[in-house]
């Protein structure tokens, strides 16, 4: 089966690229199109999409309130959504994550990671544009009001290996193979992990491993 996508986008010429992109993998299928927030809301609830793309300032209602509505923490069954900007302003990432997005990504980060996020949020994963993880890094690892006290949270060395494996920015497929551990193993511990951080996806793992300088 294709990887269903809803593009949320106020942008024809946004909606339409992305399509075309989209659609010449064979893996994912276009199902969808969204002109503002409240649309993006309500098709994704009708259709429930794999990964729902979404834009930022849209009219109606905002892709950070939009994305909350479908990925928040309130949100009994969340959708995967994957915020897909041309702002690249530190408040949008960190609002866009902290409602749910499994990723963050620009819109001239270009076809071949536009089509890697969607695999990604697919299968559970996370990606974050390169220039907007370094900075995430530099930002949670240096800023005094961002740090947190580490908590007494009871990791297993193996687990707190995969916690930083994650906060890199690695799929399960790459910490399978640096760890050698199987697949299934790696998806365990990160299960595992989130259930002791309260964690609801990956990235939440990889902002509470940089929240607390577990990074450098």
Known sequence: MPIRVLIADDQTLVRTGFRLILNADPEIEVISEAADG???VR???RFRPDVTLMDIRMPKLDGIRATELLAG???A???RVVVVTTYDVDENVYAALLAGACGFLLKDAGPRLLVEAV???AKGESMVSPSVTVRLLAHFTSDPNRSLVRPDVPLTSRELDVVL?????RTNAEI???LRISLSTVKTHLASVQGKLEARNRTEIAIWAWRNRLLT
């Open 38 to 40: 409240e649309s993006a």
């Open 43 to 45: 098709l994704a609830q």
């Open 73 to 75: 923490p309130t949100v």
């Open 77 to 79: 069954d969340p959708l």
């Open 119 to 121: 695999h990604a949020a």
């Open 165 to 169: 494996a994650v906060a890199r920015g």
């Open 176 to 178: 399978s193979a640096e």
